[in-house]
């Protein structure tokens, strides 16, 4: 069944893998983000700014990073001068807590020819002081001209005392400013938590975020390190991720089912499904996550597949230790890496019962087979996942260590582990979006990702994390119906597949956490794809015109992703759009 990648397999790939790297890093994110900035340490500093001439405003946008506290939420209140050389209360600038690498927007109608800021308390929603130590990175004005908006050019800064000095500072990076916040400019979703944490590993900050173990956020760190402190610069390497999936998929379907064909049916599928597009295009860590995993199951499927007694001792051995080393790497990202292991640990045992009874059956003539093959086997197997995994993921922590200047690395890793348990298992609020892992197969609740804080009349910009129903639907009747088919024929490799599947979705029915999301299912997906490709192979082998309806199948896994490219990507598109395509009632863009 197996065939090697042959030089038109690589021709392929490298298509694929330029088609889809133009589609995930089109409109990626911006490169340029303000990076200096004031953090007021207490109440009444003012800045007054002054235009080179008197204007009409219209908005003042404004950028906010960390501040000095976890929370980090600061006000600015404004004032404008009017006629009688007066400073009247405009509106305030608020940074709510938690909200980080954002441009928020102030919609204002005032002719002026200058405007003071001065430092406030922040109240949230139940009027309770929330802080004053928010950051703001860049303050800037604009007037509008035609419809269009106009940066408005500032003459000086003039601060009030001593104390406001560095308020300036918030007026230096004018060049990059922008009138209009979006996902392009501005973190989304739990951008506002990975990212920011990323950061802090490069400045050594003690980091917010750690309901997750770190390497995920490590490598968004090594990110931002190239490309800086900007959407483009931690939505990169989630990116990167995501296109190298594609020739992973290709890879692993052409191991799987010995086919070019049916090997770019595998890739196809993943390329253009909703969710891997969406997911991996935002900066948070589940495409990391899925990309391990989908490693240690190919060098698992090598392994699962061949006799090891055939391969000698030895070179047995090898897909074992790269499966462990991606296993160890997939939970270092997230916790949902264990569920994999759960899948592997039955594929190998499975593997070993099958090859002690060929032993037992006088099929084997291998010298010491039970000491090296069986014994041998699964005490290297200590090793390779238990020892090696815990050891990156001990060492992931590195930055965590040198961020909170740790000085007893066991005891602080192992109050990490509790916190996290702790945190999940407690998670019990509730959230519009929330769904439960039996719900998932059927797609009831879509993740509602962003909404463009700016909309026309009749026109918004919205990502909702969601996969596409030609593959997801298609996928778990395929799941169903090719372990029927794979009973009759007893192929290994459809065990292989469902195994993979159950090791990922089961396990959530048992989580301490009451609240889940869609995206919980995304390590699924490959999975799904693998069963639907398997049904593929079963009608090219029954059926002559097999190959024409696969063609017009995978037309329409291409044609819907087209068709709701406006909800996932985040382009203004009329709301008739997006409206068009709640398929469910509960689904929402």
């Known amino acids: 069944m197996e065939k090697k990648m042959t030089k038109k397999d690589y021709l392929i790939v490298i298509v694929m893998i330029v088609v889809y790297s133009l589609l995930a890093f089109l409109n990626l994110g ?140 918030m007026f230096d990076e004018q060049d990059i400013a922008v009138s209009k916040p979006s996902y392009m400019n501005t973190a989304y979703f739990d951008e506002v938590y990975f990212p920011r944490t990323a950061y802090e590993y490069i400045e050594g900050i003690s980091p917010y975020e750690n309901t997750h173990p770190p390497l995920g956020k490590v490598l968004i760190m090594w990110s931002m390190k190239i490309f800086g402190v900007n959407p483009f610069g931690w939505r990169f390497m989630g990116t990167l991720f995501g296109v190298l999936m594609i020739p992973l998929m290709y890879i692993f379907g052409k191991k799987m089912f010995g086919n070019s064909f049916l090997a770019f049916c595998s890739a196809f599928l993943l390329m253009f499904d909703f969710m891997h597009f969406v997911q991996t295009r935002i900066g948070t860590v589940d495409g990391f996550l899925i990309f391990f995993i989908l490693m240690t199951y190919y060098f698992m499927y090598q392994y699962y597949m061949k006799k090891s007694y055939e391969l000698k001792f030895i070179p047995s051995l090898l897909p074992l230790l790269l499966c462990g080393i991606f296993f160890g790497m997939a939970f270092s990202v997230k916790w949902i890496g264990l569920f994999a292991g759960i899948g592997l640990a039955f594929i190998f045992f499975q593997s070993r019962i099958l090859e002690y009874e060929d032993y037992r059956k006088g099929n084997v003539y291998v010298e010491r087979f039970k000491l090296k093959y069986i014994w041998g086997t699964m005490g290297m197997c200590v090793i390779f996942f238990i020892v090696i995994p815990l050891i990156i993921y001990a060492l992931s922590y590195i930055p965590v260590f040198r961020a909170i200047e740790s000085t007893n690395w066991i005891k602080d890793l192992l109050g990490s582990q509790k916190h996290m348990f702790t945190y999940h298992s407690g998670v019990t609020s509730t959230h519009p979006y929330a769904s439960s892992w039996w719900q998932w197969p059927l797609m009831v609740k879509p993740v509602y990702l962003y909404l463009s804080p700016i909309r026309a009349e009749g026109e918004w910009g919205s990502i909702a994390s969601l996969g596409n129903p030609a593959v997801w639907w298609v996928g778990f009747v395929a799941m169903v119906w090719s372990a029927w088919i794979a009973s009759k024929k007893k192929d290994k490799r459809m065990v292989f597949i469902i195994v993979g599947y159950l090791s990922i979705i089961l396990p959530w029915a048992f989580s301490p956490r009451d609240i889940t999301f869609l995206y919980h299912y995304f390590a699924c997906v490959p999975f799904l794809i693998f069963a639907i490709v398997y049904l593929m192979e079963h009608f090219l082998d029954k059926y002559l015109k097999a190959k024409k309806w696969i063609y017009i199948y995978l037309g329409l896994v291409m044609v819907l992703f087209i068709l709701f490219y406006p909800v996932l990507s985040g382009i203004t598109v009329p709301v008739w759009v997006t409206e068009n395509l709640r398929w469910l009632p509960s689904w929402f863009f």
């Open 30 to 169: 911006s490169m340029t983000a303000p990076i200096e900035g004031f953090t007021p340490e207490e109440t009444r500093l003012s800045a007054i700014i002054f235009f080179d001439e008197e204007v009409d405003l219209s908005r003042i946008t404004f950028y906010c990073g960390l501040g000095n506290d976890w929370y980090s939420a600061g006000q600015l209140d404004a004032e404008y001068l009017n006629d009688d050389n007066r400073f009247v209360e405009l509106c305030s600038l608020k940074k709510p807590s938690n909200n980080v690498f954002k441009w928020f927007h102030q919609n204002v109608e005032v002719k002026t020819t200058a405007v003071r800021l001065t430092t406030a308390k922040f109240y949230d929603a139940d009027n309770n002081i929330s802080g004053i130590e928010g950051e703001f990175l860049e303050v800037a004005f604009w007037v509008k001209n035609d419809e269009e908006l106009m940066q408005v050019g500032i003459d000086r800064v003039e601060v009030l005392n001593d104390e406001s000095k560095g308020m300036e500072k």
